[in-house]
């Protein structure tokens, strides 16, 4: 019997893929290690951090605008519809909390009164300061970064059990060498 041609992710797709999860692995542990910066050279700590998380914001925006134009690879057939409708769960959390997560350490630091230092221009806090609003916001955004990396984990593992375990090529639609 002959298999079925497994489709891929396009490349660009794939370079967005691994562009972010680097991006989202390292600004998680920098803002774990943030408190451990001497006072003086925290605050230029903070903004590279803040400008990691706009970042990652226009990559998922780019990212959104793909998947409109160049839907998924379809799931295995060998996963169950009750699966393919976690997975697909699974990937919305993710997407939810990329959005959250960044947005709110932005709107944190603009309600804590602080403006964007994007290096080659001063951006001022165009809202009002609110320092209670702003602690909050600082909650959402630890809480927020803890279960984006839970998820992040738990989205390995499971495709590490699917190609690994279940044997089900799952990882190939990650494959620049695919179709």
Do not use: C, W
Not at 19 to 31: K, R, V
Request: overall charge positive; cysteine-free.
């Amino acid at each position: 019997m002959e298999q079925a041609e497994i489709k891929t992710y396009t490349k660009p797709q794939i370079g967005l893929h691994n562009l972010m999860a680097l991006l989202i692995i390292g600004l998680y542990l920098f803002g774990l290690a943030l408190e451990s910066f001497d006072k003086s050279v925290r605050p230029d700590y903070i903004n590279i951090h803040k400008l990691g998380g706009l970042a990652i914001i226009a990559l998922l925006a780019i990212r959104f605008v793909s998947r409109l134009i160049t839907p998924p690879p379809a799931m295995p057939a060998t996963m169950g519809p009750l699966f393919v409708k976690l997975a697909h769960l699974g990937h919305y959390a993710l997407y939810l909390l990329m959005a959250v997560v960044p947005l709110s350490g932005v709107f944190m630091s603009l309600y804590a009164g602080r403006g964007l230092n994007l290096y080659f221009m001063q951006v001022a806090s165009p809202l009002v300061e609110n320092k209670p609003l702003a602690h909050t916001l600082h909650e959402v955004h630890e809480v927020g970064a803890n279960l984006l990396a839970a998820l992040v984990v738990g989205h390995v593992l499971f495709a590490l059990y699917h190609q690994f375990v279940l044997k089900d090529n799952l990882l190939y639609r990650l494959s620049p060498r695919g179709k």
